[in-house]
């Protein structure tokens, strides 16, 4: 009878651990397939009226900016800031970038206004707020900026319409440290 008893409760504890282990295993799963391997870009922006926002990005393959390395997202439009997320493919790395509002169509759009910008790879992040936009982003000649309500106006300049931030210099230093320091 305490063999059977001892047996029990060996098969027991085996049983238990297995399962233990099973679930710990699946936790371990879950976690990893949370964390990505995407560039994220993240747009904290207030705009008025639907439009679409594109990064369109180089990666070392490409010299210029091409419609085959971009990101789409149609934005639904809102009297609230809003954050628009871009996750870049999976596995690949910018070297550059910039920052399309609207598809070249001139839509009659409201100012906009940019709160930030995040950058996001693995565990790092590189924000860049309101007041240090223009350090690292330029906006072309179809944008102009109000200093006192901190939005852009979008225009067509004789006939033509595209409107983009481009990065300055300033941000090339970013982008690598925030690759290098994962």
């Known amino acids: 009878m305490k063999k059977l008893l001892f047996i029990s409760m ?15 295993m699946k936790e371990t ?11 994220d870009i993240t747009v ?9 926002l594109i990064i369109y990005y180089k990666d070392g393959s490409n010299e210029w ?3 085959e390395k971009a990101v789409w997202n149609t934005v639904k439009g809102s009297g609230d800031f809003q954050k628009i997320v871009f996750k870049l493919p999976e596995d690949v790395i910018p070297n550059d970038f910039r920052i399309d509002i609207g598809r070249n169509e001139y839509k009659g759009q409201d100012p906009i206004e940019i709160r930030s ?11 860049v ?9 330029r906006p072309n000649q179809f ?33 690598t440290k925030l690759v290098l320091n994962n």
Request: charge should be negative; proline fraction near 3%; aromatic fraction near 14%.
């Open 65 to 67: 900016i091409v419609e």
């Open 129 to 137: 707020t309101q007041e240090m936009f223009a350090t690292f982003f």
């Open 29 to 39: 799963e879950e976690i990893a397939e949370e964390k990505t391997t995407t560039f």
């Open 143 to 175: 944008l102009r900026y109000d200093d006192v309500t901190k939005q852009y106006s979008l225009n067509k300049v004789e006939e033509n319409y595209d409107p983009y931030f481009e990065v300055t210099p300033s941000m090339y230093p970013q982008l």
């Open 117 to 127: 910008i995040s950058l996001n790879y693995l565990d790092n992040s590189f924000v």
């Open 10 to 24: 060996i098969a027991f504890l085996v049983v238990s651990c297995g399962n233990k282990s099973e679930n710990d």
């Open 44 to 52: 904290d922006i207030k705009i008025k009226k639907d439009d679409d």
